[in-house]
């Protein structure tokens, strides 16, 4: 895969009737902590007249914030990036120091229990005590089990299953089965937190995907946060393009806001193309 990739993700609401659309956050912007990945970034909202207001949020991702006047039959989202993939090792690669980071994991959202329920038996086996002595064995051990343990399926409906759900099921999607991990994480003492964002992929041929996708993170003494993908049973790298992080997961949903009572649909199209040559980097626009 070329080290320079472009991606496109556009996004369109339509409405049944003209509606008041109350101010929608968008969380559509990498994160640039600690490796800087963006080359190249725009945002183009619509109708023509809204306004964007950018912003930091409580748990340091880039928003922003779209209001607009009048009444509105359909809402468009447009991302342009540019982006480097040069593979690196995330656990070599922090985002940060680790005395900071290890303030931000003592935050209470990201210890708060999720499940306290009484496991599967081969859930069982995976024992929490283990977690103490070998935390980073530990985690990668319980990412692998759900990876294996669990049928994805794709979910276009909103929201995420609990965890005792997810299990009940053995299947669930990148969201479900990224909380499942954050619930067992925390239950063994770990922080860990929510992840949306994208997964850029090489097909055969060579041509390239982009998909949105959920992962979940934990913190890691000495190593700081560490991405887990639940469907891969695999540490995110370069082709994770995280945009927002949260304690629970409608906090990083790609979009959220009010709008009037009515019937919606939405049409996403997402592009990712691999660029013949380095691009010089660019301020966001």
Wanted: proline share 6%; charged share 20%.
């Amino acid at each position: 895969m070329s080290a320079h990739v472009a991606l496109r993700h556009r996004t369109s609401y339509h409405y049944d009737r003209p509606v008041s659309l109350g101010p929608q956050t968008i969380r559509l912007h990498p994160r640039e902590i600690g490796r800087r990945s963006v080359l190249t970034y725009e945002l183009d909202v619509g109708p023509v007249g809204g306004a964007v207001l950018w912003k930091t949020d409580g748990h340091d991702n880039t928003v922003a914030e779209a209001v607009f006047d009048g009444l509105m039959s359909r809402f468009d989202i447009e991302v342009r990036m540019t982006v480097d993939l040069s593979p690196y090792d995330p656990l070599e690669c922090r985002s940060g120091p680790i005395p900071i980071l290890r303030r931000e994991a003592d935050r209470a959202s990201y210890r708060m229990p999720v499940f306290n329920g009484p496991l599967p038996d081969d859930f069982q086996t995976h024992s929490e005590r283990g977690a103490t002595a070998m935390p980073l064995d530990w985690l990668c051990g319980l990412n692998q089990r759900i990876a294996s343990s669990l049928m994805y399926r794709t979910r276009f409906e909103p929201g995420v299953w609990s965890p005792a759900e997810t299990l009940a099921r053995r299947s669930g999607s990148c969201r479900d089965s990224a909380w499942l991990f954050i619930a067992l994480a925390r239950r063994a003492g770990f922080a860990a937190r929510f992840v949306s964002g994208y997964l850029v992929q090489e097909k055969s041929g060579g041509a390239l995907t982009c998909d949105l996708h959920a992962w979940a993170e934990a913190f890691v003494l000495e190593r700081g946060w560490l991405g887990f993908d639940t469907t891969s049973g695999q540490i995110a790298a370069q082709n994770h393009i995280a945009l927002a992080v949260s304690a629970v997961p409608e906090e990083a949903a790609p979009v959220s806001g009010l709008l009037d009572r009515c019937q919606a649909r939405f049409d996403v199209t997402m592009e990712a193309r691999a660029l013949p040559r380095p691009l010089q980097v660019s301020a966001r626009a």
